[in-house]
Each structure stands twice: as C-alpha cells, then as structure tokens.
C-alpha cells in the first residue's frame, strides 16, 4: 500500500505559518502531502516554503501543469483533504461550491473524507453568514474544527485561534487511519469527564488518585474526530487540549458534579472516564496543618462525595441520552463489573483490570465493555484510542 495522500488546504490568514508545522508532521508520519494555498495564503507563507517541506510543486490556480488536470486529479486521488487555517472567506466559498481557484477546485473533486480548521477573528467566527456556512459544511459530511479559544492577532483574544498544529495533526491522523467519509458523531454533543479529582485537606495538601486523564482525553479527540461536538471536563488532567474541544477545568468531586450538571441537559452521552474521588475530607484547614512536637497527628476525618454517575443515570437530563461509566477492577471482573453497572444504572460500563503496565499514565488499555442490555464487548489490550472508538461505536449503536 501506498502512502495515505494528503492535501494540505491553506487559506489566507495569519495563522497560515502553523500550517507549516501541520505539514512537517504530516510529511514524518509517512504522508504523501501535497500543499494548495490559496493566493492569499501566499502573502503569509511563499510557495518555496510548501515546495521546500512537502517536496512537491505548488501553485495556487489552476493553469499551471494544465496536461495534468491538477484542479481535478489533486482532490479526486486524496485520502484526506484538510484546510488548515480555513478562512472566513474559504468557508463561504466552500459552502457554496464556488472554484476559482485550485483550492477551491479540489474541494469539488474530493470524495474523501474533508477536515477545515477554521481560524479567524471572533466576531467573523460568530457572524450568521459563516455559522451558516459551518452548518452547510457539516450537514454535507465535512468535519469542521470548533476553533480554540485564545489570543488572536493583534492585541484580542477571543474564540478563534487555531488549535495547535500538533493537536490538527492527530485529528488528521485519526481521519485517515479510520478511512470513513461520513463523521458518525456529527450533530451529537458528547460531554466526557477524564483525570482525577483532588479532595483539599489544607492549602497544600489534597487527596488525589493516579489518573492521568489520557483515556478520557483519547475519548475526547476520537470523538471531535468522528463530528461530535465535545466538551471536556477535566480534573486535573497535564494534557494538551485536544483540537476542537471545549475543555472546562475542575477540580474537586463537588466541582465536577456541579460542571457535569450544567452540561447534561445538552448531552446526548455522557462518558465518565474520570477517576473520582469517593470520600472528602470533613473539613478544610484554612492553614497549612502542622506538626507538633511530642504530639500524634490528628486523624483525619471523611465524609462521602456524590455519586455523579449514579446521579446523572437515574434522572436522565434528556430522553435517549446515553450515560457510559468506567470502573477498575483489581478481580473477578465479569462479577464486579456487573453488579457495578445495576448499582450505577447506566447503559455500559467499561471495566478495566487494574495491574501492572495498565490503566493508570499508560499509553494502553484493555477492557470489558458490559451493557445493560446483557451485552459484552472485550476490547483486547490496544492504545486508548481503540476504546474510545470502541466506547463510541456502542454509544452510536444504541442511539438508534
Ligand atoms: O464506584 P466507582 O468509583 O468504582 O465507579 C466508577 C465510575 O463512577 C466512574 O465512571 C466514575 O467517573 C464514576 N463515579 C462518580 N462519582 C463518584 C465515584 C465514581 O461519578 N463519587
């Protein structure tokens, strides 16, 4: 098999020189990637510098090579197409079907799957005529990137920036090694809590576990990958912010209940891959607690935090929205997981065997995904990313 064929879409903002970084990763993983900027583009970034790192010619129009039909062979042989940053004005074009250029051109003649990372200015973000656009673009089949929300040219920050290059990159990476056109997610929001909670003793001490957030976040990109709008909840988690996420930051149990509440209504699943905290304890020292000479420690007391997977499964926010719990096991797996998930009341529960080299900060996974309609999906011991696909793969099939 050949090398997956990439072309790399660049519109004219000024977020075109990321798109350089973009290729340079796409072009190490072993994409073929072929560069088409647009003219704009070209003020930002010259084409000796696309030529220079995709080792291939570019242009921007279509009258260059004519013998070739570049503005027809270009999309049609692509494995994936992404724009990257797409402009406002690219958006627009794109939505209507304009081609009057070879960008342009080749997202007419595409058959494959098609990404745009949309970066531009705030307000221009928000206009109705490119909301609209947007629209069109995903109801057609296109994944297109929620922007991050950061500092943008100039002095503004604002909803807007484009994600970071490395984050496009897995999503690209995602698009291509799935190989499906259609994004199953699209038009689902999917709220996912990941990391670990930190219960608070004093000011700077907390009782926390070894979540490292990785099989949440993997919920999270292979979701945005697959169309779903996708909010984070994050507790505690050191990770980048996967593209095209809203990642809101908790801490304690308390908190994530409180963010998990506010952000059910709008969910149509909900997966709680975070690792949280059973008990809390009773009290919080305002002051750092010391120790004091010839004297026993005092001991310290707790008090039980909110099941918020329990919580959520028993008063569904919306009818048909599907609840996804995970639970570690040290034994006797099938038996535990099953009486967890009748305790819980949730549609599937992934039940990891906790051991060496699994689960907790590792890169792999394994797993037994149990349903509650008496189902069980092994998923043998992979990279994170499988389960997650796994995990959403269940959760399309059961919104029917
Ligand atoms: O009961 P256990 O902690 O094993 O259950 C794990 C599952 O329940 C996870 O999905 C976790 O996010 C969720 N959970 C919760 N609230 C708690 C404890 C666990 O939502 N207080």
């Known amino acids: 098999m050949g090398k997956p064929k990439v072309v790399l879409g660049v519109s004219g903002g000024i977020a075109a020189y990321k798109a350089c970084e973009l290729l340079r990763r796409l072009t190490e993983s072993g994409h073929e990637v072929r560069v088409v900027p647009t003219a704009a583009a070209l003020k930002f970034v010259g084409a000796p510098t ?3 790192l995709s080792g291939h010619p570019v242009s921007d129009e279509v009258w260059s090579d004519v013998y070739d039909v570049p503005h ?8 994936l197409v992404v724009v990257a940053p797409a402009t406002a004005d690219l958006l ?3 939505a209507h079907g304009l081609a009057d250029d070879l960008l342009t051109n080749t997202l007419l003649t595409a058959r494959c799957p098609v990404l745009f990372a949309p970066a531009m200015h705030t307000e221009m973000w928000e206009h109705p005529a490119t909301q609209e656009n947007v629209a069109t673009l995903r109801r057609r089949g296109a994944l297109v990137i929620e922007p991050a929300v950061g500092r943008l040219t100039g002095v503004d920050t604002g909803k807007g920036r484009l994600p970071d290059p490395g984050e496009i990159f897995e999503v690209c990476r995602r698009v291509v090694a799935r190989g499906v056109d259609e994004p199953d997610l699209a038009g689902r ?3 996912i809590s990941a990391g670990g909670t930190r219960e ?3 000011p700077v001490r907390f009782l926390g576990n070894r979540s490292s957030g990785k099989q949440g976040y993997a919920l999270a990109r292979t979701a945005a990958a697959r169309g779903a709008r996708v909010t984070l909840l994050a507790a ?30 709008e969910a149509d699943a909900l997966v709680m891959a975070a690792a949280v905290a059973d ?3 009773a009290t919080y020292a305002g002051g750092k607690i010391k120790k004091q000479d010839g004297r026993e420690p005092e001991p310290v007391a707790l008090v039980r935090n909110p099941d918020i997977l329990a919580e959520i499964s028993a008063e569904r926010a919306r009818p048909g929205q599907v609840v996804v719990g995970f639970a570690a096991e040290t034994d006797d797996v099938l038996t535990n997981g099953r009486a967890k998930l ?3 009341g949730c549609d599937l529960l992934v039940v990891n065997e906790v051991g060496e080299r699994k689960t907790f900060g590792s890169e792999e996974n394994e797993a037994l995904v149990l349903g509650a309609d008496g189902s069980e999906t092994p998923v043998p011991y992979g990279p994170k990313e499988a389960l997650a696909d796994t995990v959403w793969d269940l959760v399309v099939a059961r919104f029917g």
């Open 342 to 344: 009748a305790r819980k």
């Open 236 to 265: 505690n988690a050191e990770l980048p912010d996967p593209a095209g996420v809203d990642v809101i930051r908790v801490g304690t149990a308390v908190q994530l209940r409180e963010a998990v509440l506010k952000a059910a209504p």
């Open 50 to 52: 696309w030529a220079a």
């Open 189 to 191: 929001h999917v709220v």
């Open 92 to 94: 627009a074009k794109a």
């Open 72 to 79: 027809v062979r270009i999309g049609q042989s692509a494995d």
């Open 279 to 281: 008990f809390r304890p």
């Open 200 to 202: 608070p003793l004093d």
